[in-house]
C-alpha cells in the first residue's frame, strides 16, 4: 500500500484521487501489477482493470442476458411492492398478512362504492335526466379520487424506503403537497368551469401528501413506544384526532355562518389561507419538539462537528431542537453524498490517470479485506464510495473523517491531508463513541441514507 493511505485499520480508507505521483519504489512495486475495482448497483457489474504494465485502462460490462433482465424486472416489480431487504427486513408473517390484506381492501372498497350507490338512490338519483346527470357527476368525483389513490400508490412504491432517515422533514413536505391540494380544491369556486381538472389535480396532490405523511405518523407512533404499546399510542391517538376534528367542525360551522352573513363568499379564500397558515406553523412545532434518539445525516454532522470542534457532543434534546426540518441532509456541513458510484467520482468515461490512484489504493486493500469505505473529499464535499459489506457504523465513521477535513478548511485532500485524516480518525473515533454514547445516543442506530452503487474487489 502507498504512504498516501496512513496507518491501516479495518472499516476505513480515503484516497487522494488527484495525487498521482508516487515514489519510484512504489511505482516500480505496482508496475507489474494489474489492478482490478468491480462496482455493483443492483445486478449491474462494471469492472476496471488497470495494466500495471503499460497503465491502460479496461471497462468491461456484465453482458445482461435474457434471464438477466427478467430478474431484473421482477427485482423492479419486488422493489416497488416489498420493503428494501426483504425478506430479511421483515418478521415471517409480514407477507401472508400482506397476501390476506389485499383482497380484504378490495372488498372493503366494493361494499363502500355500493353503499354510496344505495345512498345516492335514497335522495333521489335514480333513472331520471336529473339523476342521470347526478350519477355522471358522482362518476367524475370517483374518477377524482381514484388519481388520487395513484398519487399515494405512487409514493408508497418508489419512495418507501426514504422516510426512515428524515420522518421530520418529509411530514412537512407532506404539509406543502396538502396545501397545494387544497388550494386547487378552494380553486374550484372562482373556477367551477375546470371543476375537474382542478379537483383531480387538487386530489392527486392531496393524496401525495397522504401518502409521504403517514409512513412518517407510523414512524413517530413507534418512536412513542417504549413498552411494545404501539397500539395502545396508536388508540390513544386516534382519540386526540377525533377530538380535535369534532373542534375544528364547530369551529368551521361558526366560521362559515360568518362568511355567509358578510354576503361575500369570497373571504372563505383568506380565512382559508390564514387557517391553513396557522396549521402548517403548529405542525412545524409539533415535529420540532421530537427527541429522536437515532442518529440520521443531520444529527451525525451536529455531533461530528462538536467532537471535532473539541466541544461538548449535544444530548438527544438539544440535537433535535437544533436540527433544520427543512434542510436537506446534503445541504448540511460536512456535506457527504453516500454510496456514490464510480461514474458520478469521475464521469461515464473516467480516464487511466484519474482512475490509477483509486486503483492502486482501493483495489488491494479490498482484496485484503480491510476497507469499507473510501471518501473522496473535493472542493469541500466528501464523496464516500461503498463496500458490499459496508455497516451504518462505517458510514459514521466516514462522516467523522469529513468533518475533521471540513474544520481544518481543506477544500481539496492533498496525500498529506488524507494520511492525516486517517490517523485523526484512527485516535480520536474511540472517544467520539464513548463521548456520543454518554449523551444518550445509540451509535449502533445509525440511519443514513446511501445510494445504491457498492465496490468489490474480483471477477464479473
Wanted: glycine share 8%; with cysteine.
Amino acid at each position: 500500500m502507498g504512504d498516501s493511505m496512513g496507518p491501516e485499520k479495518l472499516g476505513t480508507a480515503a484516497v487522494d484521487t488527484a495525487a498521482a505521483v508516487k515514489s519510484c519504489d512504489s511505482d516500480t512495486q505496482l508496475a507489474a501489477q494489474s489492478q482490478t475495482l468491480v462496482e455493483v448497483k443492483g445486478r449491474k457489474r462494471r469492472k476496471y482493470s488497470l495494466d500495471g504494465k503499460t497503465g491502460s485502462l479496461s471497462v468491461e460490462q456484465a453482458a445482461l442476458t435474457r434471464e438477466h433482465l427478467a430478474v431484473d424486472f421482477v427485482e423492479g416489480i419486488k422493489g416497488f411492492i416489498l420493503p428494501r431487504g426483504f425478506p430479511n427486513s421483515v418478521s415471517e408473517d409480514y407477507l401472508t398478512y400482506q397476501l390476506w390484506a389485499v383482497p380484504s381492501h378490495i372488498a372493503g372498497w366494493i361494499s363502500v362504492s355500493l353503499a354510496t350507490s344505495s345512498l345516492l338512490k335514497a335522495v333521489g338519483i335514480g333513472t331520471s335526466a336529473v339523476g342521470t346527470a347526478a350519477a355522471t357527476a358522482s362518476i367524475k368525483w370517483i374518477t377524482k379520487d381514484g388519481i388520487g389513490a395513484a398519487g399515494r400508490l405512487l409514493v408508497g412504491g418508489r419512495l418507501g424506503n426514504v422516510f426512515d432517515e428524515d420522518p421530520k422533514r418529509w411530514r412537512m413536505t407532506a404539509e406543502v403537497f396538502a396545501t397545494l391540494g387544497l388550494a386547487l380544491e378552494i380553486a374550484t369556486a372562482v373556477f367551477p368551469g375546470s371543476f375537474l381538472v382542478l379537483a383531480g389535480a387538487g386530489n392527486f396532490s392531496k393524496a401525495l401528501g397522504k401518502g409521504l405523511g403517514r409512513p412518517c405518523f407510523r414512524i413517530i407512533q413507534t418512536h412513542f413506544a417504549r413498552q411494545n404499546n404501539v397500539g395502545d399510542i396508536s388508540a390513544k391517538e386516534e382519540v386526540w384526532e377525533v377530538a380535535a376534528q369534532l373542534t375544528g367542525l364547530g369551529l368551521s360551522i361558526a366560521i362559515l355562518k360568518a362568511i355567509e352573513a358578510t354576503g361575500n363568499p369570497s373571504n372563505v379564500l383568506w380565512v382559508w389561507a390564514s387557517v391553513q397558515s396557522v396549521h402548517v406553523a403548529l405542525r412545524y412545532q409539533a415535529l420540532q419538539s421530537l427527541q429522536f434518539p437515532c442518529i440520521n445525516q443531520k444529527r451525525a454532522c451536529a455531533l461530528v462537528n462538536a467532537h471535532v470542534r473539541g466541544e461538548r457532543l449535544p444530548g438527544i434534546a438539544e440535537a433535535n431542537q437544533a436540527e433544520p426540518i427543512l434542510r436537506l441532509p446534503s445541504q448540511m456541513r460536512p456535506s457527504v453524498k453516500m454510496g456514490a458510484s464510480i461514474a458520478e467520482v469521475f464521469g461515464d468515461s473516467p480516464s487511466p490517470q484519474e482512475l490509477q490512484p483509486l486503483l492502486e489504493t482501493l483495489g488491494p486493500a479490498l482484496q485484503q479485506q480491510r476497507e469499507q469505505y473510501l471518501l473522496l473529499w473535493r472542493e469541500g464535499r466528501g464523496l464516500v464510495l461503498l463496500r458490499e459489506s459496508a455497516k451504518p457504523q462505517d458510514l459514521l465513521r466516514a462522516m467523522w473523517q469529513a468533518a475533521w477535513l471540513d474544520h481544518c478548511g481543506i477544500q481539496t485532500a492533498t496525500s498529506a491531508d488524507v494520511a492525516a485524516s486517517i490517523e485523526a480518525l484512527q485516535h480520536q473515533f474511540p472517544d467520539f463513541l464513548m463521548q456520543a454514547e454518554a449523551a444518550g445516543w445509540n451509535t449502533q442506530d445509525v440511519v443514513i441514507r446511501s445510494g445504491s452503487s457498492r465496490i468489490a474487489a474480483g471477477n464479473l
